[in-house]
């Protein structure tokens, strides 16, 4: 089984700024399948980006992710009040994968 | 607009049964695999079952493997979770989640609000 773990756990920051997030994998990834998803509070996940780098429907373009291999990222920049949520991302493609265990960007 | 609508969940003793459904509308149902997805606060976001538009393909974690049914009625837009064998660790927030197509690309594009179902005697 391919793990993901995402780092850091928690990311304090402030609206206008930069952060970003890591998800590093036990193997290597070959297929390209990798997404993010946020999850405000209180609500459930949304899918943020797909195939790496690939931004979903309706996502504005402060998201962006990179990687390849075992390193990925997702960078939020030009923070805005409704940023603030997990951050999880996850393995797909011939099965359902796995998750990470998020990350939380905080004010 | 995509929305899917969980129901079904409650307070259930362990070795009892309880059925979830998930009712999808604004898309064509009938043409998407979807899945069931549950949430605990300690092991965060887990994969339970999967379904392809037609039926024809299904899947489940090994967890819960003889002891879930997935299913769909098209006809309705609605997707299953038979629960049986109840166990405490099945406690948890159970989301129903569209895929990207018709056949399981194990995306989880959209995603119902989620149903909670509690374990507990």
């Known amino acids: 089984e391919n793990v993901l773990t995402q780092f850091p756990g928690i990311v304090s920051s402030s609206p206008g700024e930069s952060v970003t997030l890591s998800c590093k994998a036990s193997?290597?990834?070959?297929?390209?399948?990798l997404a993010w998803y946020q999850q405000r509070s209180g609500l459930a996940p949304r899918l943020l980006m797909y195939?790496?780098?690939a931004r979903a429907a309706g996502i504005p373009d402060r998201f962006s992710g990179r990687g390849s291999g075992t390193d990925f990222t997702l960078t939020i920049s030009r923070l805005e009040p409704e940023d603030f949520a997990v951050y999880y991302c996850?393995?797909?493609?011939?099965?359902?994968?796995?998750f990470g265990q998020g990350t939380r960007v905080e004010i | 607009q995509v929305h899917l609508v969980e129901s079904g969940g409650g307070v259930v003793q362990p070795g009892k049964s309880l059925r979830l459904s998930c009712a999808g509308s604004?898309?064509?149902?009938?043409?998407?695999?979807m899945h069931w997805v549950r949430q605990t606060p300690g092991k965060g976001l887990e994969w339970v079952a999967a379904?392809?538009?037609?039926?024809?393909?299904?899947h489940y974690a090994d967890k819960v493997k003889g002891r879930f049914t997935i299913s769909r009625d098209n006809s309705r837009d609605t997707l299953y979770l038979q629960m049986t064998r109840l166990r405490a660790d099945d406690t948890a927030l159970y989301y129903c989640?569209?895929?990207?197509?018709?056949?399981?690309?194990?995306?989880?594009?959209?995603w119902g609000q989620g149903t909670l179902v509690t374990v507990s005697s």
């Open positions: 989640a569209r895929d990207l197509r018709s056949f399981l690309d194990w995306l989880f594009m959209d």
């Open positions: 604004g898309f064509t149902f009938g043409g998407y695999s």
């Open positions: 379904i392809s538009s037609d039926g024809d393909e299904i």
């Open positions: 193997q290597g990834v070959t297929s390209g399948h």
């Open positions: 195939g790496i780098a």
């Open positions: 996850h393995l797909y493609g011939d099965s359902a994968g796995t």
